[in-house]
């Protein structure tokens, strides 16, 4: 273990995300404002979480590629009283994404007013980063033309 | 394939208190339930050869009963673990490994004295934590409740029509003495209760309680040696989908393929069929959860629950009883209320239930855990085909 991964086990917030040698890549990316997914190379599905192995073929043949980060808004919800992390003290949504490439995650739609007025499910997002400290989250807002 | 009824219910058992229960552990909980499970059942740990518990370790809990089990399990899964052991437990007896389960469950949810308590969903590293907890903040009435403006969106169900499965599971907790929340309330006043994480407001979530809980299964010809009518276990399903922190893995999450899979299972093994049903059991962590059941489970439709519910159906007078004891939003809810869920079910079979439907005949309970990662399904009867 690294000194770096054993200072994030320790210290780190309980809901600061903590990779693992095998998501590494993903996260990575997103230090680098790159949203990186898995393809598998057998069955070109692209899939998310990070795995080395493909839940759709079983495959362990995958790699990581750079998605385009296109995605939509499928359903979310507008939490009231956000964790302190977050450093809001308003209402922030809590959303499911679904990417052009096919998967659904977990994310947050920031850089827009957080009312159902604003987010519309179906409306285009793109992704976009944020950060805790060291640690770059992966985050959606609305696409440009609508901004 | 296992038999309908060839294993029976012959010992269950809240903990002597539930609700605010600030002097007793999780761990004092489960002893307490299953003391008084043992009691029920008119046996002592010696006559127990199979045990599970789920959110402590098995031979901790096995050893301060003083159970010394030749078969274990410690399935975790959320909320429905006790529901998926007592599926374990049923496959375990059948063969041959034990005779005898003991199933226990306690958790100090309200009081937070999860002594001895293990198990935790959003442990770091792992996939939970990583993609989905942060969004959410590790809130439950955030993010298991993603899908339900999808549905709403879909199917028109308007706020008033989903607020009304609250004031009918309130309906039914007015005459349940040790329900926690038993005043009459409106479609107004759920509406009015403060927003949580929009569209949901605090009367569509669970409460929040200390509660413990146990059931003793065995072979059902050793039934007859009990003190108890036995409640025969009919038939069981069971599934896993998405994730513990987020319904994001649910590939279809208004027609989700893992209830569907549990559901048909139990209707297929207990070869019971809808209209069989008397009493209903969906556990509702948050509002939607009955609306998502009743259409899995194939009651009614995609995109019917909400109106079914909305009409009165599963109230007081309705044509499917459901969740009798006033469920998670009324009666109690620990943070895991599976046990709960399957105690009512057995009261109801027992004609114990403080709201005791009529004959009831054969019981349903479906249960969900990790928010939307696990579900199970359990056809539970007065009598064996
Ligand atoms: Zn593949």
Redesign the pocket.
Known sequence: MTSRQAKTLDMAHPLIPVPTPETQPYWDGCNQGILRINR?N????AYFPPAPI?P????TD?KFFDASGEATLYSYTIQQKPPDLWGTQGPRSVALVKLLEGPMLTSSIINCEQTPETLRLDMPLQATFTSFGETTVLCFEPTEEQQ | MIPPGATAIVGAAESTEIGTVPDVSSAGLAIDAAANAMRDAGITAADIDGFTCGYFPVADMSRQLGIFPSWADNTVVGGCSWMFQLRNAIAAIHAGYCSTVLIVYGESGKSTRRLGQSGDAGQRGGIGQQFDMLHGGGQAAATFTLPVLRYQHEYGLSDEDLAAGAVSQRAWAVDVPRATLREPTSVDEVLDSPMVAWPIRRAMCCLVSDAGGALIVTSADRAADYPKPPVYVLGTGGALEGGPMSPAGVREPLRPEFIRTSGEAAFASSGITHSDVDHLMIYDAFIHTPIFGLEGLGFVDYGEGGHFIAEGHTAPGGKLPMNTSGGGLSYAHTGAYGMLCMLESIRQVRGEAANQVPDVDVALCHGWGGYWSACATLVFGANAP
């Open positions: 598998c057998a069955c070109n599905d493909c759709h073929c079983s495959s995958v």
